[in-house]
């Protein structure tokens, strides 16, 4: 087949792509590269800048692009809103899509209409980016992001590609829970891709010889939302009671070929608190053999059938449940090297990118309606 796959978060379309042409299909990426992580593309979609000049610039090169966005079998766009442009202006570029390919799916990967309302209207998860229970976590971010999916331009863009594409994919438990109400027939979930990294299977093993090492990776605007400060909070405890066992590898901002390579020499990695599951960038540190602290909840073993591994740490989303999870590896070092080996499997059974490539065939040559 001949398939476009549409903008980019945290790797999944590359990755996903370079599974599809293991399995003899062709496979065009355009992204912006999912702004300063510089992921890899076919088709360059970065926007220079928000001025005038560089807009009317950007502009035209879209257009030009857009031009040889057809005759695909398949196009998957990664979200509602693929490109960086205000919602209002993707509507077309939509159209577009639908008008000059045969079958256009929609990825549910990230923060979207339905995930907020899910998120918010209760019911569904215990806790999450927008809730704690019952009290709303509230921040400017989250204002903006509920203004935006609930009731601006975005929500409304959202509602439309959700109900007219030929098929949506989840790629963690929380998406499919937030969609299946409204989209049954035409949800599925599939794992985010993931490869394998067998120039990696050598590790120094934890057995209290040295320190174990903590990957945290920082982003500024997102660390309170992710809830990485609380869990540098947790960590910089545990360091204080045992200096000598702990080492801290704190990364922020980083470009992604940089961020692996500083992810590679390290044991533990602190993801989101508020997740139910490792998505991309928990995902790809199991693949390397790092141990995950974060959403590991039961949720998240159900959806992939896994009835055996459970690699994650799993801690609830507080300070002191986070300080007792890292000292419990601290004072048991071997644990880790335990759970690095099931992480590693746990990868091979459900993220392999070509396992995960093969199933997005299936369902897309299920759902594919013939041309529009």
Request: hydrophobic share 40%.
């Amino acid at each position: 087949m001949k398939i476009l796959l549409l903008g980019d978060y945290s790797n999944v379309h590359a990755t996903l792509a370079d599974g599809l042409r293991q399995l003899g299909h062709t496979v065009v990426v355009a992204s912006d590269g999912d702004s300063w992580k510089g992921y890899p593309r076919d088709v360059d979609l970065r926007r220079k800048s928000l001025g005038l000049l560089d807009s009317l610039v950007y502009c035209l090169r879209l257009w030009r692009s857009f031009r040889r966005f057809r005759g695909f079998d398949v196009v998957q766009i990664i979200n509602p809103v693929f490109l960086p442009l205000k919602a209002e202006h993707i509507w077309r570029y939509y159209a577009q899509l639908r008008r000059h390919n045969r079958a256009v799916f929609m990825g549910a990967f990230g923060m979207d209409h339905y995930y907020v309302k899910g998120c918010l209207e209760g019911g569904i998860f215990k806790y999450s980016d927008f809730m704690m229970g019952d009290v709303e976590r509230r921040s400017a971010d989250n204002d903006i992001w509920k203004e935006d999916w609930l009731f601006g331009e975005k929500g409304r863009l959202n509602q439309f590609v959700a109900s007219d594409c030929d098929g949506i994919i989840s790629g963690l438990y929380e998406y499919q829970a937030c969609y299946e109400k409204e989209f049954p027939q035409k949800l599925t979930f599939i794992p985010f891709p993931i490869k394998e990294k067998s120039d990696l299977l050598s590790r120094e093993k934890c057995d209290g010889s040295r320190p174990i090492r903590f990957f945290v990776g920082i982003q500024k605007a997102r660390s309170a939302y992710k809830g990485t400060d609380v869990m540098l909070s947790a960590l910089e405890r545990v360091k204080a009671l045992y200096p000598e066992r702990v080492e801290i590898i704190k990364v922020e901002s980083v470009p992604f070929d940089e961020y692996q390579h500083l992810m590679n020499n390290s044991d533990v990695i602190l993801d989101q608190l508020y997740s139910y599951t490792p998505a991309m960038n928990a995902l790809e540190a199991m693949s390397r053999g790092l141990v995950v602290v974060g959403g590991g909840e039961p949720e998240n073993y159900a959806i992939l059938g896994e009835e055996k591994l459970r690699p994650i740490v799993n801690v609830s989303p507080n300070e002191d449940a986070v300080f007792q999870a890292l000292k419990e590896l601290v004072k048991n070092p071997e644990r880790v090297s335990d759970l690095s080996a099931q992480s590693r499997e746990y990868i091979h059974l459900h993220h392999n990118h070509i396992k995960v490539a093969q199933q997005y065939l299936e369902f897309w040559n299920k759902n594919r309606v013939g041309p529009h």
